[in-house]
């Protein structure tokens, strides 16, 4: 040890910790949103809501509910905006939202990478309980 205390630049705890594979959505940065749509929590009446459009209908299959599931989240909770997103095996990552022609979308969609760019989707989801939107 030094004098402050603090361990000097050649004792071995001062290694950097072994790297781990990339995420390839890490967590988000000023520029960039990295929010997987099911993490977000529906009301409760809402759920509800998935489960009355699920019942009878057959959408008793994991994905088709799902599907069903993430419709209602981007109306509730971008519907009125325009958000871009990339479809994983877990679900949806938001990636942007908000105006289309801000500098802050913009800005969201440079800090991608080229493979996320070319899988990103536009969409400008309804508001929620709007008569014109539907499932």
């Not at 022609?101 to 990478?113: N, T």
């Not at 493979?115 to 008569?131: F, I, K, M, Q």
Request: glycine share 6%; with cysteine; hydrophobic share 35%.
């Amino acid at each position: 040890m030094s004098a402050n205390n603090l361990p000097a630049a050649s004792d071995s705890s001062t290694a950097l910790p072994p790297k781990t594979p990339a995420d390839p959505y890490p967590p988000a940065t000023a520029a960039a949103m990295r929010q997987f749509l099911k993490d977000l929590q529906l009301p409760p009446s809402l759920a509800d809501e998935v489960d009355k459009s699920c019942h009878g209908r057959f959408f008793g299959r994991r994905r088709q509910r799902r599907e069903v599931e993430e419709n209602i989240k981007l109306q509730y909770f971008f519907g009125g905006q325009d958000v871009a997103y990339v479809s994983t095996a877990n679900g949806l990552v938001i990636v942007a939202a908000g105006d289309l022609e801000s500098d802050s979308f913009g800005k969201a969609l440079e800090a991608l990478s080229a493979d996320e760019r070319r899988r990103v989707t536009l969409y400008s989801p309804g508001l929620w309980n709007d008569p014109d939107t539907t499932l």
